[in-house]
Each structure stands twice: as C-alpha cells, then as structure tokens.
C-alpha cells in the first residue's frame, strides 16, 4: 500500500512538472512555431514501461489538465492522451532497458497520431482544409523537438522506473537464495 501511494505521488508529481513546464514554455515561447509535448512523451514512455493501464490512467490525467485549463470542451484532449497512452502500454513487452529507439519512434509516432487527431477535430471539421501548411508548420517541428526530448530523458525515466516503480518488496519469501 504505501509503495503504491509513492507511485501515484511521483507519477503525479511528473504530470504536474510537466504541464508547468510545457505551459510556461508555450505562453513564454509565443513567437516560436512549435514546443515540445511533454505531457504526451510522459504519457508514452510511462506507458511504454510500465503498461496499458499504467498509461491510459497517466493519459487521462494528462488530458483532462489540458482540456480543464486550455480546451474548448471537456473530454477531447482526454481521450487522445488515454488512447496514446493505452497503445504506448501494448508495446511493454518490447521494453529494452538500454535502447532509446524504440521509446523514440513511440513518441513520433505518438505526436503525430495526436496532432492528427487534433487538427481532425479542431480544424477540418470547421472546413479549414490547408493539411500541407498545419503539418509544416505545427506538426513536423513538434515531431522533431518532442523526439529530441525524448532523447535527452529517456535515461532518467529509465532509472526511475528502476529505482522507484519497480522496487521489490524485502521481506517476501524466498527459496531461491
């Protein structure tokens, strides 16, 4: 029980470092064309390491920060962050420790599943039909810079993963010893 409250206190912990960080950098940023999406590279590589579950509930609360403080309605950007966050978990078992690749093409992958997604329903549905400037100018540069975060802290999340979300408990019976 209170391993998993300190899970949930430093999974919430991360969420809220990360929207502070993403919003402070976008509201700073006005000028520049596109800002990393942490809450989505959270959603994937927390999800990608610890499972579907694990991921659809991080991406829900990601999610429904973005839509309480910056959405139109309630309820769009929750389910595109559970629904990255649920497919980021199928890929678990294809968790390497010591590759970085993978949880990379997850993450660009992932970015431009929801910038798809958002400009589906945000943009096309208004007939606003410029596909080829909306991915020049938004979607690819976004896709660059959240891939290149991921590099850089992947290695953390991995060491947090190991260090804190998968700690053993030490007095379990043993037989192999």
Known sequence: MKHRLIKIIITGCIIISAFVLQSALSLSNKDAVATPNLLLL???ILGFMRGCNYGSVTGFFCGLLVDILFGDVIGLYTLIYLYIGF????????????????????????????????????????????FSFYFEKIILPEMIITTFITFLLYKLFYLLNEKVFTLKQENTLSFDK
């Open 42 to 44: 959270v959603t994937c």
């Open 87 to 130: 497919f980021s978990g199928l890929f678990k078992k294809m968790f390497y420790s010591d590759h970085v690749f993978m949880p990379m093409l997850l993450v660009l992958f992932s970015d431009f599943i929801y910038n798809l997604a958002c400009y589906t329903f945000r943009f096309l549905l208004r007939n606003k039909l410029d």
